[in-house]
């Protein structure tokens, strides 16, 4: 039987990055995106130079290339931003968007942003506060609620 004690929790306020303010980052954000691989295709080393491409940007904490063991066919691009800003900003440069993101939109059709609600290092494990706003359940990508909806707490 495993046990979890939590002496604390930890929180940074909307930030979700010791030491960054709410106004120099909305949080850590987490990268999955899979990828079914075909017999003639050569995804593996494809995904290898994207990684290798998104890893000469601001913001990029780290990355994999992993394959799954259960189904050899099935690949992930696994990547660490220290928010969506940076992650969004090294999507939009032009050599991404014309050598990488053609292999991006193979990948399977499923969220891949996630942003980091707990993390835990060698000694403990923190707990953040999201940085989504309010109305982010009712308002989609490219929608307006209002000028500034602040995080929901």
Do not use: C
Request: negative net charge; aromatic residues 8%; charged residues 20%.
């Amino acid at each position: 039987m495993w046990v979890l004690l939590l002496a604390a929790r930890t929180y940074y306020g909307a930030a979700m990055v010791p030491g960054v303010t709410a106004a120099q980052g909305s949080g850590a954000l987490s990268v999955l995106m899979r990828f079914q691989d075909h017999p003639d295709s050569d995804l593996g080393p494809a995904l290898r130079d994207a990684l290798i491409a998104f890893s000469r940007f601001p913001g990029f904490n780290d990355g994999e290339v992993t394959r799954a063991i259960d189904d050899p066919s099935l690949f992930m691009l696994a990547m660490s931003w220290v928010g969506v800003g940076a992650y969004r900003r090294a999507l939009s440069d032009f050599d991404i968007k014309v050598h990488v993101v053609p292999l991006l939109s193979r990948a399977l059709d499923e969220p891949s942003a996630y942003e980091v609600v707990s993390a835990h290092d060698a000694t403990s494990i923190t707990d953040f506060i999201s940085s989504r706003a309010a109305d982010a359940h009712v308002v989609s990508l490219g929608e307006a609620a209002a000028g500034e909806v602040p995080p929901q707490r």
